[in-house]
């Protein structure tokens, strides 16, 4: 692996408290979500946003780290995963400039998406994390957030061993009614580890945690609804979910 490059430029936003690196157990990643990157990095070393990641990705490959790995910072937000909640405590996030959804979504540059990897790769092995615990925001936030979003390169990324895809899914055909694929689903869900939802109670908010499946692990389809290719899919993680 090639040695990073990172240039410090420190936020004021974390936890004044050192955690034991050992608590280090997640990487979330995000985008940005804002006009530029000059507006990103304004926002996250402004004292009263309260937001701050500890590594921001330009769209041109350079790395800055604003929080250090030993220090919480606030880029998760209200989170869930599986038993874990607010998940800043537990993790490192990542940011890719990116104008975001609301803003005129990108494709990720492949010099972002190259030096994002060499990243997670180094932090991966510096604190021993389970390619199963690098996350998207969406992934632990789903009623929220949309972050990374479709355009994210997961499936490039999992062939390195960051994250997991859907390979090898048997396409099995249920004849089952609605509501079984939807306890189904949200079963297979849970065990993955997606929170915010009711195993047997559906919800009009179902469809912001079936998007944030899809967007990560199905971007060309992202509808919210239950198809079989989505079903079949969400079998598959969860039934795989240990390699």
């Known amino acids: 692996m090639p040695k990073l490059k990172i240039k410090i430029l420190k936020s004021p936003n974390h936890s004044k408290k050192k955690r034991k690196l050992s608590k280090i157990k997640y990487l979330i990643i995000h985008y940005t979500g804002m006009q530029s990157e000059r507006v990103s990095i304004d926002r996250l070393l402004n004292k009263q946003h309260k937001v701050s990641c500890h590594y921001l990705i330009s769209r041109n490959g350079n790395i800055i780290q604003m929080v250090n790995d030993d220090n919480v910072a606030w880029h998760a937000g209200k ?117 915010y939802f009711h195993l047997k109670k559906p919800s009009l908010k179902d469809i912001f945690v079936i998007k944030a499946f899809q967007m990560r692990y199905l971007p060309t389809k992202v509808n919210g609804l239950i198809d079989e290719n989505t079903l079949n899919i969400s079998h598959y993680l969860a039934n795989n979910s240990k390699n």
């Open 79 to 195: 989170s869930m995963w599986k038993t874990v909640t607010n998940l800043n405590e537990d993790s490192i996030g990542i940011e890719l400039v990116n104008k975001g959804h609301s803003l005129g979504y990108e494709n990720f540059s492949k010099k972002q998406i190259k030096i994002l990897i060499d990243l997670c790769l180094f932090l991966k092995k510096k604190y021993k994390i389970n390619k199963l615990n690098i996350l998207g925001h969406s992934d632990i936030a789903p009623l929220r957030k949309k972050d990374p979003g479709e355009k994210f390169p997961w499936f490039e990324l999992s062939k390195r061993g960051i994250g997991k895809w859907n390979l090898n899914i048997e396409k099995k055909t249920r004849d089952l009614s609605m509501k079984k694929i939807r306890n189904l689903f949200f079963k297979n869900l849970y065990k993955i580890g997606y929170r």
